[in-house]
Nanobody
Framework: HVQLVESGGGSVQTGGSLRLSCAASGYHHSAYCLAWFRQAPGKAGEGVAGIGTNGVATTTDSVKGRFTISRNAATNMVYLQMNSLRSEDTALYYC??????????????WGQGTQVTVS
């Protein structure tokens, strides 16, 4: 079965950086793309970034130029490098699967989440 395990969250000051990691297993790489989703208290959840098996990536407008998604195909790890962090980036970040069309919706499988706090 599909397993997604996140790590790398924590607390950081405004303007700082964090890198989230996600270890994915239990599926054929062509079945899904991998993505990051975040949920902040009292706010609607948001698809942050996604990446396909060919390395093509997409990011939501609110993080463009600050967040970069990448993957290591050999190890099936996905990363989210977050720079110039702002207080509004504070959220629980989930690794998730999306369909191969790389649209940040219709999320499938979920990890347990990792907290990012910016203050």
């Amino acid at each position: 079965h599909v397993q997604l395990v996140e790590s790398g969250g924590g607390s950081v000051q405004t303007g700082g950086s964090l890198r989230l990691s996600c270890a994915a297993s239990g599926y054929h790489h062509s079945a899904y793309c991998l993505a990051w989703f975040r949920q902040a208290p009292g706010k609607a959840g948001e698809g942050v970034a996604g990446i396909g098996t060919n390395g093509v990536a997409t990011t939501t407008d609110s993080v463009k130029g600050r967040f970069t998604i990448s993957r290591n195909a050999a190890t099936n790890m996905v990363y989210l490098q977050m720079n110039s962090l702002r207080s509004e980036d504070t959220a629980l970040y989930y690794c998730t699967t999306i369909t191969p069309n790389l649209v940040l919706k219709d999320f499938g499988y979920w990890g347990q989440g990792t907290q990012v706090t910016v203050s």
